[in-house]
């Protein structure tokens, strides 16, 4: 088992980054050609996902759509620090992803890509690495 951290500092309260470089650096350095990457994002108002990345307006819609479905609101969440709907959009995305490696590489999709997401930023945050074969 290969385990190593890195950190994102992200730029917005809302917001999707593409790790999917620095997975790739993480599986290439562990040497590992055939086995499994897990990311898990120990954090409670941001999340990861796998989704497309050859269009940026899918990652606006995602964000919107998220925005629509769990909106910032004064005075309609009950807990004190004025960040539920954070916590609500990271526990809906997950704190966790992980991709099948063959060949030393991640088996995503033509269009895929694994993406920090941010939603009570802007924050310095970590990324735990773990790769397996």
């Known amino acids: ?32 050609v055939s086995g499994q990457v897990s990311v898990y994002i120990p ?3 941001a ?30 969440y009950r807990h004190a620090e004025g ?10 995305m997950g704190c966790s992803a992980m991709v099948p490696i063959v060949g030393g590489r991640m088996t995503l999709g033509t269009w895929q890509s694994v993406f920090f997401c941010e939603f009570d930023g802007p924050r310095k945050r970590r990324v735990i690495v773990s790769i397996a074969d």
């Not at 309260?13 to 590992?32: K, N, Q, Y």
Request: hydrophobic residues 45%; aromatic residues 6%.
């Open 43 to 45: 954090h409670t108002t």
């Open 83 to 92: 960040n539920s709907a954070a916590h609500v959009k990271s526990s809906m």
């Open 1 to 32: 088992m290969y385990n190593t951290t890195f950190d994102v500092q992200t730029n917005a309260r809302d917001e999707m980054i593409d790790i999917t470089p620095a997975l790739a650096d993480a599986i290439a350095e562990s040497g590992v």
């Open 47 to 76: 999340g990861v996902t796998i989704n497309e990345n050859a269009d940026p307006d899918v990652i606006c819609d995602m964000l919107a759509a998220l925005d629509k479905a769990i909106p910032w609101r004064e005075n309609f």
